[in-house]
């Protein structure tokens, strides 16, 4: 038995949900892969997945092998990817977890510019909103946090930059541009849906070049959304006024679809982190496409500040 091959495709199932998925995924037999899966099992000799007519679920044995599996495997493909980086061909795949949000604006941008520069590299991308991602089981995690992010992972700073209002100039040649926080009671404002509290469903704001002045505001938005992207598509179509990250609106204020309202005031910080897995170095290929991401990042938010005059 090839233990490795038989291992690999354990995993396979499991990420896959079912031997014929696996199957598929890994362009073998159903027959092939029931069998180097039971051949492991009866290596072990204990049993690894429950199989019924419809699903498969890991036993309890099969639940604490899966990590140490999953572990070996990426060590040894950071392995290979180790030496083929000696060799200066920068090849293999790079598993990337993102929001939507991220996926969409940060991530799709560069992709084909990273494929132009690094042909051998395999982007693999999930797209999936996590409370708490699996940050182990991805090269990369993308996550947005505000200045009380704390969470205990190995993460690098891609960028950090504020949240502010925007809206598109058809919308403000309609209905005024506002000249401070408080006219905003009187505009049309698109918000994210906001946590449990009163506090939360208030629009709090200060100004970027101070720390003092701050303000909580009653707005009763024509539009609440748990949806980043809705949101800044209404603004782009005139709808109202919305407050995003500058990585989001960069492009449109670069295009002049969309326009900073009521500088130097923001609604927040944010800051894109890289979360990476415990492990014992860094592949190759994770850190050019780290490198090419920041770079690309900033370079995009830079151009979109040195394009709008109130920013």
Not at 50 to 65: E, F, M, P, V, W
Not at 128 to 135: A, G, L
Request: charged share 20%; net charge neutral.
């Amino acid at each position: 038995m090839d233990r490795l091959t038989s291992m690999r495709v354990f995993l396979k199932v499991v990420d896959e949900g079912g031997f014929a998925a696996a199957a598929r995924a890994l362009d073998m037999s159903p027959a092939v892969v029931t069998r180097l899966v039971a051949d492991l099992e009866e290596h072990l000799g204990a049993r690894l997945l429950h199989r019924t007519t419809r699903r498969q679920s890991l036993t309890d044995a099969g639940d604490a092998y899966l990590e140490r599996v999953r572990h070996i495997l990426l060590d040894l493909d950071d392995a290979d990817s180790l030496v083929s980086s000696r060799t200066h061909q920068l090849s293999g795949v790079l598993r990337v977890l993102a929001p939507p949000v991220l996926a969409s604006h940060v991530l799709a941008p560069i992709v084909a510019s990273f494929h132009q520069r690094y042909p051998q590299i395999q982007l693999d991308i999930d797209v999936v909103s996590h409370r708490e991602p699996p940050v182990e089981e991805y090269d990369i995690t993308l996550i947005g946090a505000d200045a009380a992010f704390d969470a205990n992972v190995i993460a690098r700073k891609v960028i950090s930059t504020e949240t502010f209002l925007v809206a598109s100039p058809a919308y403000l040649a309609r209905k005024g541009t506002p000249q401070t926080p408080q006219d905003l009671l009187q505009h049309d404002c698109l918000r994210i849906k906001p946590d449990a509290g009163l506090r939360g469903r208030q629009w709090r704001m200060f100004r970027s070049d101070t720390v003092s002045d701050e303000v909580l505001l009653d707005v009763q938005p024509v539009l609440w959304a748990n949806h980043t992207d809705t949101l800044l598509r209404a603004a782009l179509d005139g709808a109202g006024i919305t407050g995003t990250a500058v990585e989001l609106a960069a492009p449109h204020l670069a295009s002049g679809a969309l326009a900073r309202v009521l500088s130097p005031w923001i609604t927040g910080r944010f800051t894109l982190y890289a979360a990476l897995p415990s492990r014992k170095f860094l592949p190759q290929r994770t850190q050019v496409f780290l490198d090419h991401l920041t770079e690309h990042t900033r370079a995009g938010v830079a151009l979109a500040l040195a394009g709008c005059s109130v920013c």
